[in-house]
């Protein structure tokens, strides 16, 4: 069957799963110059290819990073397929495709703080890279939280710790300070951060899943199992893999937090820790049967959708 095929890949199962994720990411684009929809310009093509690459990229990078700390100890390419497929909407979202990928190194710098006591050098990184995260998109000012749940899940909570997390929160505002004090300009921290808008906006959300809610719904009861598999299996996992999966939910919490709350396109934070949750239910979920049904139900779903964009 084909989710086993994808754990324990051979060299030759990847490559094909990097030809078929970017023909399913390219789907709107041949589709939409097949019917001329609209009037495709090289630039227009480039960038789309290069949009479906970065994704790629990013399902590997979260891929390498759940398996490399042992949250997910079979070897797969699961969880890179899973995020590709839950990229069925993704058309626009740029600025937050790369706020995502970004994550990814600060969530590795938390998950490689594990049965340290004092991880000063984990904690400093992933604050850098969340104080440039939160340059490009001010919400994810929250997932700061996440860091101090890490710090009492994996037991190293203390001043020092906190300290150091926001000296690495603010390195961008001392060079910030440093190139204007050098350029004798006037200083605006403004221009540097912005104040987070938190908005609900319900009727957008309404609009959202009345406009294609099968598929909706057919991922929830896909994400519905996977958490109910997860929980009666926690007790199973090795003590590792099961507080690095306590901070992904806690980053699945504030996930889903900075998608109600933010603007339209922060809805693509929710992708990687739905895709872990899901994987691990593919992966090791007794019910082999039922698993492959609903993952093919998942391709299906995903590739009749991705089809009927029309941008």
Known sequence: MLLEKLINPKPKTTLYFVVLSLFFLSIPLIRNSNYNFYNINQFSIILFFISALCIVLHAFGLNNLIYKNDVIKKENIIIATVFVLLNTFNLEATIDLLSSFLMLFFINYLLASYQKEYPFNEIFFSSLFLSIIVILNPIYILMYVLLIICSLVFNYSNWRCYIV???????????????????????????????????????????????????????????????????????????????????????????????????????????????????????????????????????FTSFYYRWNIII
Not at 186 to 192: G, V, W, Y
Not at 215 to 227: K, T
Not at 232 to 240: E, F, G, T, V
Not at 280 to 291: I, P, S
Request: glycine share 2%; with cysteine; aromatic share 20%.
């Open 165 to 299: 997390s926001l000296i690495g929160i603010c390195i961008p505002i001392i060079f910030y300070l440093m190139i204007n004090n050098i350029l004798d300009q006037k200083i605006n921290l403004s221009n540097l951060y912005i104040i987070p808008e938190l908005n609900f906006d319900l009727a957008h959300l309404k609009n959202v899943f009345y406009t294609s809610k099968n598929i909706f719904i057919a991922f929830f009861i896909i994400f519905l199992i996977s958490i109910l598999e997860f929980f009666n299996w926690l007790y199973k996992k090795s003590m590792r893999s099961r507080k690095s999966f306590f901070v992904i939910l806690g980053y699945l919490i504030l996930s889903t937090v900075i998608a109600l709350f933010g603007t339209k396109y922060n809805w693509y934070i929710l992708l990687s820790p739905l895709s872990i949750f899901i994987a691990n239910y593919f992966t090791y979920t007794k019910k082999r049967n039922l698993a492959n049904i609903l993952f093919y139900v998942f391709i």
